[in-house]
């Protein structure tokens, strides 16, 4: 290999080095010193091959920034007697052919099985679905599969890398379906960003799904796909960019309230980014009690009073704000109990000062990635509760949190659509799993590998749906 040039940031990378190294002119001692002098980690070694002139092996190493990455690489390019054959970064390794595959749940060994799952007796079960559509969620896959469709245009901190782009983003997403929650889900990526394109194509191909997770689709566009194909099919909908985000926000929020004393109807609550999660997360507070609830975006605070040529800033300056408060962020912020940001640009909007002026005991949700509104380090001393977007810092809001279990259990109780019970049930599930001994300002969200996590969200959103008249199957469970 000639070259490698690897980007800059990121933490805990790792990478493997397959290195030919002539016997007599150089020595693993002198390797391991041009790895360790650039803070490179070796974690594993493995043979390749050895004769009494050379060995070749693969040289596992970790480093906290992937620009150590070249260092290393240009240090041991140096070594008389040293040559690089290969470089390997183990995430693209863990990406080669793709993360996901599909396999039968009944083997083909002979004939009568091949006539039973296709021709020609197939045909009796495509009948009996024909004459009763119904029969499609217990005789097909649809009982248990969600589409993950994305068309690239708002692809995690990256923006808009279109479908392509977008695609090892939606097979996580189908990885982690069915790791946490065992759904099956099928990463769609569009080769278009027409609004009226997207609809019909997923109107299209519903059929074959009990769900559909909408991922990554751009503001403002991905409010009216997502209104119009909740109206127009009668499988749950759920663009999890806006939803998820709301659903472990407000969870968060529960806990960090009760550790400051205060009750949701009575906190002034500012968010900051009036975009799709911000618009989402508004619709969760608002529908949970909270009255004083202020939308700040570039034009500052979003008021009634104002006209706005974005329709889905005049529809939520309309039941927000209802001081009729105006001004720019450090304005609006004074005397508020709680700041969310969901900003796309993040770093610097909010400062100490600001947060200085908050009520006592301020709540600071910073959650732009992969740079916060606010460094935690920044205000770690006047913030009472403080969560972030990250992994590297405590309280990470995720929406893995709840994705998993909300669709487990609209799969399970075979529900027409995700409505704003089930999403509350949802939080409240994820904030109940952090007993009241436990919780600490450090700790007011679960880890996303908490085993009791997606059942209790399951049952929660279950249990709403049953209420709330969209289930059309009883669970076993709940059977009497």
Request: hydrophobic content about 40%.
């Amino acid at each position: 290999m000639n070259s490698h040039k690897f980007g800059s940031g990121g933490q805990g990378k790792s990478f493997i080095l397959r290195l030919e190294m002539l016997t007599d002119e150089v020595n693993f001692v002198q390797v391991a010193s041009a790895i360790y002098k650039h803070d490179g980690e070796i974690v594993a070694i493995d043979m390749i091959q050895t004769n009494p002139t050379m060995t070749v092996r693969d040289m596992t190493v970790t480093v906290n920034d992937t620009v150590q990455i070249d260092h290393i690489v240009e240090s041991i390019r140096k070594l008389p007697g040293a040559t690089l054959l290969h470089i390997s970064d183990r995430t693209f390794l863990m990406h080669l052919g793709g993360k996901i595959e599909m396999k039968p749940k009944h083997p083909v060994q002979n004939r009568d099985d091949l006539s039973r799952v296709y021709t020609p007796d197939v045909a009796r079960v495509c009948m009996a679905i024909h004459e009763d559509q119904r029969k499609a969620f217990t005789l097909t896959m649809k009982r248990n599969t969600v589409a993950v469709i994305s068309d690239g245009s708002a692809v995690l901190g990256l923006g808009n890398i279109g479908p392509y782009g977008a695609m090892p983003v939606m097979e996580g997403k189908a990885m982690l379906f069915k790791q946490f929650a065992d759904v099956d889900a099928i990463p769609i990526c569009l080769d278009t960003q027409d609004t009226e394109q997207i609809i019909s194509i997923v109107k299209s191909i519903a059929p074959a799904f009990g769900g559909i997770n909408l991922e990554d689709i751009s503001s403002p566009r991905c409010f009216e796909i997502e209104q119009r194909l909740k109206a127009e099919l009668d499988i749950p909908v759920f663009h999890d960019d806006q939803h998820g985000t709301a659903v472990v926000l407000y969870a968060g929020l529960i806990n960090a309230l009760k550790i400051v004393g205060k009750r949701l109807e009575d906190a002034k609550v500012v968010i900051c980014g009036v975009g799709a999660a911000g618009v989402a997360c508004s619709n969760i507070l608002l529908k949970a009690g909270v009255r004083n609830l202020i939308g700040v975006d570039r034009e500052g605070a979003l008021v009634r009073t104002q006209s706005y040529s974005n329709p889905i800033w005049q529809e939520y300056a309309e039941r927000t704000n209802p001081h009729l408060v105006t001004g720019q962020l450090g304005e609006v912020i004074r005397d508020a109990d709680v700041f969310i940001g969901l900003t796309s640009g993040g770093r610097g909007l909010l400062s100490r000062e600001q947060v200085q002026t908050m009520a006592k005991d301020p709540i600071v949700f910073a959650m732009a990635n992969p740079t916060p509104e606010i460094q935690p380090e920044a205000i770690v001393d006047i913030a009472t509760v403080i969560a972030t977007g990250r992994s590297d810092y405590p309280n990470q809001i995720n929406n893995l949190l709840c994705f998993p279990g909300i669709f487990r259990g609209a799969l399970d109780c075979r529900a027409s659509t995700i409505n704003e019970d089930m999403k509350l049930a949802a939080a409240e599930a994820i904030a109940s799993t952090i007993s009241d001994n436990e919780l600490n300002k450090s700790y007011i969200i679960p880890s996303v590998f908490n085993p009791a996590i997606v059942e209790s969200v399951r049952k929660r959103v279950i249990e709403a749906a049953l209420r709330t008249n969209v289930a059309r199957r009883i669970p076993r469970e709940y059977r009497v």
